[in-house]
Antibody
């Protein structure tokens, strides 16, 4: 079965960077795009970006451009999300999600990773 | 960016009742590229509906989606205890955006 397993919780200081991982299994890793979505405490879902794990091509939401970098490692079927210049407003749960092969609705989700930014 | 506005913000209903949740797009979707998700407390979202009206695998038939253009609806025909959660719509016609969510609570 399709699984996306994310790395563990992180605590970071303002100004630092964080790199989260999302390990995929149960499907052809290079055949489906992976997205990252953020959820601040008690808030809604916010799309951050997309990566084609096969080619490495990426697209980012305007709000996060310049601060977020998505990469993939086909040897380990893992996608990474690097977010820099962290501020307190970046505190939240970060999800990776795999879309359908033909459209960008999100069929499968990781369990989420809590990132806390605090001095 | 296509803005999605969900209403109501909170819906208070009883088990067995019919729930109707609305999602309005700030511009017309030329294609029915609209999905609905359910999120229970402490869990990741779960895909319910894609293509405005197609149920995802394993989703009970009490969930149905409809709509086109700017107005979309998620209907839950007979509420069960497990259905009380937050629901989000998402468009994928132009990049991806989510609505702000509707909280479905027990009356």
């Amino acid at each position: 079965q399709v699984q996306l397993v994310q790395s563990g919780a992180e605590v970071k200081k303002p100004g630092a960077s964080v790199k989260l991982s999302c390990k995929a299994s149960g499907y052809s890793f290079t055949s489906f795009y992976v997205h990252w979505i953020r959820q601040a405490p008690g808030q809604g879902l916010e799309w951050m970006g997309i990566i084609n794990p096969g080619s490495g091509a990426t697209g980012y939401a305007r709000k996060f451009q310049g601060r977020v970098t998505l990469t993939s490692d086909t040897s380990t079927s893992t996608v990474y999300m690097d977010l820099s210049s962290l501020r307190s407003e970046d505190t939240g749960v970060y999800y990776c999600a795999r879309d359908a092969s033909h459209a960008e609705y999100l069929q499968h989700w990781g369990q989420g990773t809590l990132v806390t930014v605090s001095s | 960016e296509i803005v999605l506005t969900q209403s109501p913000g909170t819906l208070s209903m009883s088990p067995g009742e019919r729930a109707t949740l609305s999602c309005r797009a700030g511009q017309s979707l030329a294609n029915p590229y609209l999905a609905w998700y359910q999120q229970r407390p402490g869990q990741a979202p779960r895909l319910l509906i894609y293509g405005a009206s197609s149920r995802a695998t394993g989703i009970p038939d009490r969930f149905s989606g409809s709509g086109s253009g700017t107005d979309f609806t998620l209907t839950i025909s007979r509420l069960e205890a497990e259905d009380f959660a937050v629901y989000y719509c998402q468009q994928y016609e132009n990049s991806l955006t989510f609505g702000q969510g509707t909280r479905l609570e027990i009356k």
